[in-house]
């Protein structure tokens, strides 16, 4: 059923589909099952998960659809925690993985791999201290940094290394073009003295893409996999510059787009060139920025969407089939009656918080749709590339018959 509202009602021409852990079994060993029980429920467990993952992977093949496979994450049983440990789950997840690289291989689906990069960095990390872990205390969620490992592994298994953009700047517009990638150089200017200074050159230049903007809590991952040689390149290079002299002494020039000041940079720098996507100052990075900022508002409202479909199909299917209504015909009155009775004969208050929120949510979920087209609108147009002139400014110079820098 959710398959097809929540999916294929949306016509996707890719569909990345995903198994949990929670969909193995594993956590029943801290109960007073016995070890053959344990073992009749976890093979049952994995009979089922073959079925069901089968049957999905069916329908979105016979809608045509390009159905990519994402394999299970880690179980962090080896990590010191005070959370309860089920030893045998990771055990049952590498089954739970091998089905699902078998149906990788038997339909000719790519698979993402979250699980061996996640255990290789987390054995490295336990190495060294076993009180630290990629996955998070409950030994189930990855952290931040986790899922930032998991965004490469996507990226690297359905994109090609690229470059955000590799501008080369040479001795005129039309070799400087065929030197660069994913950009448009419109203008290039050298040699002109302005304000008793000398500038190297004027460029202007429209970059096909934008830099990726990592998080401050982000940035310890950047240790764990190489995402920025392989996905966040934004480089800038210009030859024909002054070459720094013997002796280690730097010629250096300060660069500015659009007026701003973004650094100062050495002419063997320049030459073999510097990566911009980190620098916070330039037009591009605040641009990314914007954008980002409006994908957080998105994924906030998705969030909410989910939230509301989790409730439901978790909590209130035989509400709904009781009543032969659709779940956009709530009655909030028998709904609130149906959700107490069901924490009350379930004996877990926990879920009153969860009701709750999710009354105050449902009553919302019509504008939803429009929040969420809304938003994708605008971040698609803050998206847009721009021109960008950008500036090299001598900064200091070598004077041969003087054997000195010229501040």
Not at 57 to 66: M, Y
Request: proline share 4%; with cysteine; net charge neutral.
């Amino acid at each position: 059923m959710r398959l097809s509202d929540d999916v294929l009602s949306l016509n996707p021409s890719h569909v990345a589909l995903m198994f949990g852990m929670n969909d193995l079994g594993g956590y029943f060993e801290r109960t007073k099952f016995s070890k053959n029980m344990l073992d009749s429920k976890n093979s049952a467990d994995l009979l089922n998960f073959n079925s069901t993952l089968g049957e999905l992977v069916l329908q979105l093949l016979a809608k045509n659809i390009c159905t990519l496979l994402q394999s299970i994450t880690v179980y962090d049983s080896t990590m010191v925690s005070e959370t309860p440990n089920a030893v045998r789950k990771p055990t049952v997840l590498k089954d739970g993985n091998q089905i699902i690289q078998n149906m990788s291989h038997k339909y000719h689906l790519l698979m993402i791999d979250y699980w061996n990069i996640l255990s290789d960095i987390n054995t490295n990390i336990q190495i060294l201290n076993p009180n630290k872990s990629i996955i998070g205390p409950d030994r189930v969620h990855p952290g931040t940094l986790g899922n930032f490992v998991m965004t490469y592994a996507f990226l690297n298994a359905t994109e090609k290394h690229s470059l955000i953009s590799h501008m080369v700047l040479l001795k005129d517009v039309d070799a400087s073009q065929r030197a660069s990638n994913n950009c448009l150089v419109h203008s290039l200017i050298r040699n002109i003295s302005s304000n008793n200074s000398l500038v190297a050159l004027e460029a202007v230049i429209t970059e096909l893409a934008l830099p990726f903007v990592i998080a401050d809590d982000q940035r310890k991952a950047l240790a764990l996999v190489p995402f920025v040689k392989d996905f966040n390149m934004e480089v800038l290079k210009v030859r024909g510059l002054d070459q720094n002299p013997p002796g280690g002494r730097e010629i250096e020039y300060k660069l500015s787009i659009d007026g701003i000041k973004i650094g100062v940079f050495s002419s063997n720098a320049l030459a073999n060139g510097i990566n911009l996507s980190g620098n916070k100052r330039t037009p591009q990075h605040i641009q990314a920025t914007q954008v980002h900022e409006i994908l957080l508002k998105l994924w906030q409202v998705e969030h909410i969407e989910r939230f509301i479909k989790f409730v439901e199909n978790n909590y209130m299917m035989p509400f709904f089939v009781s009543r032969s209504k659709l779940a956009t015909e709530l009655n909030f009155t028998e709904a609130g009656k149906y959700l107490v009775d069901y924490v009350a004969h379930s004996h877990r208050p926990r879920l009153n918080q969860t009701f709750s929120h999710y009354l105050v949510l449902k009553r919302d979920e019509a504008n939803l749709p429009g929040e969420m087209q809304l938003l994708r609108t605008q971040a698609r147009a803050l998206a847009a590339p721009k021109p960008h002139k950008f500036s090299l400014v001598l900064s200091c110079k070598y004077d041969h018959e003087d054997d000195r820098l010229i501040l």
